[in-house]
């Protein structure tokens, strides 16, 4: 099982990292392979919108992203984390999911008609953490959302979100008991449900 973590923050000890790597640790801890990427390593351009993808369901700008695509196509989960910005997620973090737009599937006569390859290829699973300065939940906006919908929209399940309020110095949340809790409790949530679909992979198919 491979499980990938993308950080949407450029903080490398920052809490968005502190928290997406805590999401990780229960399967570090069982040995599976896991990776966790900083979005702002890679040199990612915007979706040009060319549908150059529609019938390849490959991107054809030729940039940092076709280093992590393949990682996305390998992992049976994902954990996506990013500050709030604005009320939304950070600019790396929306560059890199409007850049997923290729692993979308239209009907070609009827655009109403959609999925994500993921749904093709069956059982992908995700989490998602998102981080704030203020205390309230309203002023974090629609950080969460804005990684849930599109991660549903490709075709992952999201099987658990950590909200992270309060946190504004770079590594402010490894000090946080509370929501290092969370975030451990959310991989642990992840790593069930995919040990559940092992589980029933084996009994369905004997695989
Ligand atoms: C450009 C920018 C915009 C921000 N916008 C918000 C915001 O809308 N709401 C909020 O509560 N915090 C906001 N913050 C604070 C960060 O979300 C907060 O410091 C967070 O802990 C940073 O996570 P990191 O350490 O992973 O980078 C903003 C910070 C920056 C730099």
Redesign the pocket.
């Known amino acids: 099982m491979k499980i990938l973590g993308v ?1 949407g ?3 490398k000890n ?4 502190a928290l997406v790597q805590e999401v990780l640790k229960p399967f570090k801890k069982k040995g599976f392979d896991t990776k966790l990427i900083f979005l702002g390593d890679y040199d990612i351009k915007g979706c040009n919108g060319c549908e150059g993808c529609k019938d390849t369901y490959a991107c054809v700008i030729n940039d940092g992203m076709q280093k992590i695509y393949p990682e996305i196509l390998e992992a049976d989960a994902i954990i996506l ?1 990013s ?6 997620v950070s600019a790396d973090m929306k560059t890199f999911i409007d850049r997923c737009y290729c692993f979308e599937a239209f009907d070609e006569a009827d655009r109403s008609v959609w999925m994500g390859v993921n749904e093709a290829l069956g059982g992908k699973y995700a989490s998602v953490v998102a ?4 205390q309230k939940e309203a ?3 629609y950080t969460s959302e804005l990684m849930e919908k599109p991660l549903e929209a490709l075709g992952y399940r999201v099987v658990s979100t950590v909200k992270a ?1 309060n ?7 490894s000090k946080c008991e509370k929501v290092m809790k969370e975030a451990s409790q959310a991989g642990e949530k992840l790593l069930k449900t995919l040990q559940l679909r092992e589980k029933l992979r084996y009994r369905l198919y004997r695989q």
Request: proline fraction near 3%.
């Open positions: 950080v923050s450029r903080r920052g809490n968005t990292v984390g500050p709030a910005y604005f009320y939304n981080v704030c300065e203020q002023d974090m906006g309020l946190l504004f110095a770079a590594g402010e949340a």
